[in-house]
């Protein structure tokens, strides 16, 4: 008899060939595959603010093209100073523009910059009306943004209209100082709130007469101040009667 048992065992390792074990050693030995992990709920974070650190590392690696003509001006720039120049009374104005013409048809802007009369906007009163006006704070005097050697100095000294350069000598002009620069230049840009307050030069008490209105020439004494409003109410004596008026600060003078 034979043992079937044996031969079908036989058989079968014949058809399964060597290294069946091994094989499944092969797939014992590998790295378990890794489950995706399971996605939150909710929107993603978002990422991390930029730093200021982080803005100016940006910034510094940005590369700052300019061209000759800009850097040419920069330099123009940071060489040129304020300088204060007397003129006719009354002809700042055409002086400034001679100024600028001669500067132009000259083709020496290289050499200059800003051309300035100082003003500011002053409140008065007219005919019972109070109006804003232009007026020149710095009368007979035009500022002057230049690079100073003799050649744009003897320019100036030569445009009609014009006088003498102030501060320094006549042969060595010195320019103003930033300080003065940026008080003169503040008036002239003085944003409109600052324009508007109004500094009323009176106190309670003080006797005043009227120039304008239908208590003109009329005499009172002050008995209220409104800042705010830039009114005053004034005691009048009328028939023999004190009557309180109020009247702008500019209806009245000082007596």
Known sequence: MFDNDGMNDERRDQE??????????LFLDLPEEAEPEAEADGPEPAPAPATA??????????????????????????????FVIHANTGHENKVKRNIEMAVKSNHMEEFFGEVLVATQEVTEMKNGKRSTVKRKFFPSYILVEMVMDKETHHFINSIPG??????GTPLKPEPISRDEVDRILGRIS??????????????VGDSVQVMDGPFTEWVGVINEINHDKGKLKVMISIFGSETPVELDFLQVKPV
């Not at 399964?16 to 050693?25: L, R, Y």
């Open 190 to 203: 003085a944003p409109e709130d600052a324009r508007e307050t109004l500094e009323i030069p009176y106190l």
């Open 162 to 167: 014009v006088t003498r350069f102030i501060g």
């Open 53 to 82: 650190g982080d803005e100016d590392d940006l910034l510094a690696a940005v590369p700052l093209t300019l061209s000759e003509d800009e850097r040419r001006q920069i330099e123009r720039k940071g060489q040129m100073r304020w």
């Open 16 to 25: 399964q060939g060597p290294g069946a074990d091994d094989a499944d050693s």
